[in-house]
Each structure stands twice: as C-alpha cells, then as structure tokens.
C-alpha cells in the first residue's frame, strides 16, 4: 500500500472566526449610522442585528444608568440594518459625504 | 471514527459466497459490505433498483445506515456533502440526468475533498427521451476531478465500489468517486457475483478517517468561505496533485484486493490479447468492451496482431500506461459511446493527447457506437477494424 512516507497533505479551505477575516468592512461605507443617545434606551436590539457584529454596549459610560451603545466604524458597513429594526427610531443613517466636508472643514 | 459515535451494524455475509445479481444490486450489496453510514437518494431510471435494494436493507435491519428521503438529485447530493463532512461514508446511486441535475455539487464535492462514491448507471440523455445506455452523463462531468471507473461487469461493479472506498478516501485523495455501469446491459442483468466474507471486506476497506477537515461543533470552523485570488493556485494545485497521485493509489489498491480476494479486472486500464507482436490496439470501455475482447479473438483468427485496451478509469487518465502500450503498434481503432459534440470520442480525444507525447503515433480510426444501449456486437466490431484496415492496403 502506498504509505504517507512524503509530507504531502490534502489542503482544504477552513477558516476560524477572527477579528476582520474579511478585512476592514468600514471602507465599503456610503452611510454612517448616528446614534441619537438621548432617546436611546440601550434596550441593545441593534447590537442583536448587527450583522458584523460592531455595535456593543459599553457599561463604563456614564451617559445612563446602562452605558452607552459604541458603532466601531472601522467594520461598520453602513447596511442600515440597525437602523431599520432599532424600536426608537433613534438610529439616523447619514452620507459619508456630509463627514467629509465636516473633515475637510477640519483640515483647513 | 463517525461524529456520531453511532457504530455502522451493516451485516455483511460470514462467509464468501456467490450470488446471481444484477448490476444494480451488486452496488447495493457493495453499499452494505462497505458499511455505509449515510445513503441519500431520488430514484431515476435504471438506477432505481439500487437505492431501492438499499432501501430494503436498511428497513430489514441488515444495514445500519441512515438513509435520507429527499426532493431531488440536488438534494441527494447535497446531503452527502454535508454528510460526508462529519466523517460519515456515503454512498447513492443515479443516471443520465440524475446526475446532471446534481453536477454542481458533484464539483462541490470534488473541490471540497470529500470521499463521496456514486453507483452510476451510465443512460443516454434526452431529448429524444431514452432509457439505454450511453456514457456522457458522467463523462461530461471528467473535468471536476471526480473520479471516474467504468465497469464491463457485475462483479467488476461490486469489486471496483469497495475499492473506491479505499482510494476516495485514501489521504493523499480525498476526493468522490463515480463507479459506472451500462444501463440495462449491466444494471438490470442478472450475473455471477462472488461476494468476500463480511469481516474481509471490513479488514480491507478500514474507516474512514478524515485527516483534512471535519465538521464537528466541538470545533468550529467556517468551511470554504470566501477566499482571494491568491490562495487558489496552491489549493488547487493541491487537487491536481491528489489526482495525480491517485493513479498509483488506485493500482496498489486493485494489486491489493488481488491479493485478498483473487480478483483483478485491470487498474487504470484493462487489456486483453496484447503481446509483443501486436501492431492493432482497440481502445473501449465498458460492457462493449467485454464483447470486443471476442472481436480480438476473431481478428486473430483472421490473421491480424490485434489487441484491446479497455479505459478502466477515465479520471486520473492513463496516459503513461497508455504510450507504454502502444509504442509499437501501428493502428489504433476506437469504439467508443460516448462523443464530445463539435470533436471526436471522449476516450479519443485523450489518448490522442496522451500519445502525442509518444515517439511513436499510431494511425487513428474513430468509431462512435451503441449510442443509447445500441448492441455492439463482436461481428460487428471485428468488421469495423478490418474495414479500418483495408483502407490502408
Ligand atoms: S436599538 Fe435603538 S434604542 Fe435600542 S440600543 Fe440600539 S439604538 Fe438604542
Ligand atoms: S449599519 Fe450595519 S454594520 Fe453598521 S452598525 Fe448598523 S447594522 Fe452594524
């Protein structure tokens, strides 16, 4: 029979779950979600959707009792989907490009 | 080792015995005696009778597999993926356009590496509808790196399934094999088949232990996600070379069964009546294969140094074996089933290629014929060469 005497191995596509596998998902971006934190009741259904996931609720902050929902916005990639099921409506959704003139003003 | 822990009760025969079987039936039983796990299957003609058969066992209680009732050949082929990802062996059978039908994951089982063996009953596609033999359905498919034997017999069928096993699931392979057979000629004639004791079967073919890749929830991993461009070459390579390797593997294998069991019906190729003196090399496949070796013997009568080669494996292909066989010859004659519309005989266009990387290139003659199950009769055949023959007086 033929032996494995050689070191050649099948290979097979297997990937574990790590940070940004599918590299930094920010950049695919038209539209930035807003948080309106005012109205915001932390209730966390929008870090239940995010496909990503990027949103998470931070409990050190101390804007309210619970925390404060924090959209990391290097993977975030503006599908809108929290925006879309957030019970409040408090989730705006903005162009990019209202960012870049604020950024651009920033520069000058 | 299975995920499930559930240990296969297949009960196989405690002693050698001979049955008088169909083609169908003998991959059923083979089914059985390879103790497969998992059978999925939709039933198409004439391959029927075989999951049927299956289906039979494990209602008996004689087959310890899990069989799944599913829509489609899709689907069939779908759920041995997913089966034979968790280590299961799995085993269906189908046809013509069965097997069309679940071409795409035929390739997604082939690219992913899983060890999956089909019992194929080679049919004639329609339109016009035909029920009878013909060999591009599963031909067509010899580009995805599946592995392909045809069969000329009901036990050569029985054989060749064990033996998939053992290569399929080799760990330099790991890719599916398809064992093929003639509709009706084979499928549904009844024939000797000399079947091993159970616990022989069981020393030869092992279990299957996957090296590559397992889904098991213990360990999660995404399998065959999205990938860049940069990764494909060496993956992909990696198949070209487990194809390539799987010629020598599929030799050892056939010597070794030899061995156990007494039986040999060629590796990659098969031959008959080919010595030192001969100058007219048949090339075929499958059941007409068998009756040409009467052609041979007729032509040798007739004073012509023939001989016949029958393509036991299409995938890998044979070429070594092949230039090695006819370096001396000076006429090569194919009969073949199946054509590549547009070119010539599948089993021609590649021995051709194979050949032109030989000194020696014989002249060709190609014949397409028994298309949908026509008889190729050894008369008939022998006339076709010496015919071919006297062209060149
Ligand atoms: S779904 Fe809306 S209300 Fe609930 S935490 Fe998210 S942003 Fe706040
Ligand atoms: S826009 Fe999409 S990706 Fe970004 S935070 Fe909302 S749900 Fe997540």
Redesign the interface.
């Known amino acids: 029979m033929t032996k494995s005497n050689d070191d050649f191995k099948v290979e097979t596509w297997n990937s574990k779950p790590t940070k940004g596998a599918a590299g930094k998902t920010g950049l695919w971006r038209t539209f930035r979600p807003i948080i309106d934190d005012d109205v915001c009741t932390r209730c966390e259904i929008c870090a239940l959707y995010c496909p990503e996931p990027c949103i998470t609720l931070n409990p050190d902050d101390p804007s309210h009792e619970k925390g404060r929902m924090v959209i990391e916005y290097e993977y975030c990639k503006g599908c809108g989907i929290c925006a879309n099921e957030c019970p409040k409506h408090c989730i705006e959704m903005v162009k990019e490009t209202e960012f870049l003139v604020e950024e651009e003003e920033e520069d000058k | 080792m299975t995920v499930s822990d559930k240990s296969p009760k297949s009960i196989g025969n405690e002693e050698a015995k001979t049955f008088i079987i169909s083609g169908n039936y003998a991959a059923a039983y083979a089914a059985k005696m390879a103790r497969i796990e998992v059978v999925a299957a939709y039933p198409i003609t004439p391959s029927t009778d075989c999951v049927e058969k299956v289906s039979e066992f494990v209602e008996d209680g004689v087959m310890g597999a899990e069989l799944i009732k599913v829509e489609s050949e899709h689907s069939v082929a779908g759920a041995l993926i997913g089966a034979s990802s968790t280590g299961a062996r799995t085993f269906s059978s189908t046809s013509a356009h069965g097997l069309l039908y679940m071409a795409e994951l035929v390739w997604w089982a082939a690219l992913?590496?899983l060890p999956v063996v089909m019992s194929i009953v080679n049919r004639e596609l329609a339109p016009a509808w035909s029920i009878w033999a013909q060999t591009q359905d599963s031909m067509s498919l010899r580009d995805s790196g599946i592995i392909q034997y045809y069969c000329k017999n009901a036990q050569e069928v029985f054989d060749t399934l064990l033996m998939a096993y053992k290569v399929s699931e080799?760990?330099?392979?790991?890719m599916p094999s398809l064992v093929c057979q003639d509709a009706y000629i084979l499928s549904h004639t009844n024939a000797q088949v000399d079947m091993p004791a159970q616990k022989d079967v069981d020393d030869f073919i092992g279990t299957y232990n996957p090296?590559?890749?397992i889904l098991d929830p213990k360990n999660?991993?995404?399998?065959?996600?999205?990938?860049y461009p940069q990764?494909y070459r060496?993956?992909r390579f990696?198949i070209m070379?487990?194809t390539h390797?799987a010629k020598?593997?599929i030799k050892?294998?056939c010597a070794?069964y030899k061995k156990r069991f007494g039986r040999f019906h060629g590796d990659l190729v098969d031959t008959y009546g080919i010595d030192k003196k001969t100058k007219h090399i048949i090339v075929s496949h499958s059941s007409i294969a068998e009756e040409i070796e009467l052609s041979v013997d007729m032509l040798k009568k007739k004073g012509y140094d023939a001989g016949l080669i029958r393509i036991r494996v299409l995938r890998p292909f044979p070429d070594e074996e092949l230039r090695e066989l006819c370096k001396n010859i000076e006429t090569i004659h194919f009969i073949e089933r199946a054509p590549s519309y547009g070119y010539k005989g599948i089993i021609a266009i590649d021995t051709m290629a194979a050949l032109f990387e030989s000194e020696n290139r014989p002249k060709a003659f190609h014949h397409i014929e028994g298309l949908s199950g026509m008889d190729v009769t050894a008369e008939y055949a022998a006339d076709l060469i010496e015919k071919d023959l006297e062209t060149l007086k």
């Open positions: 992913a590496r080799h760990e330099h392979v790991y090296k590559h890749f999660p991993v995404t399998h065959s996600n999205l990938s990764h060496q993956k990696n070379e487990s390797r020598q593997i050892d294998v070794d």
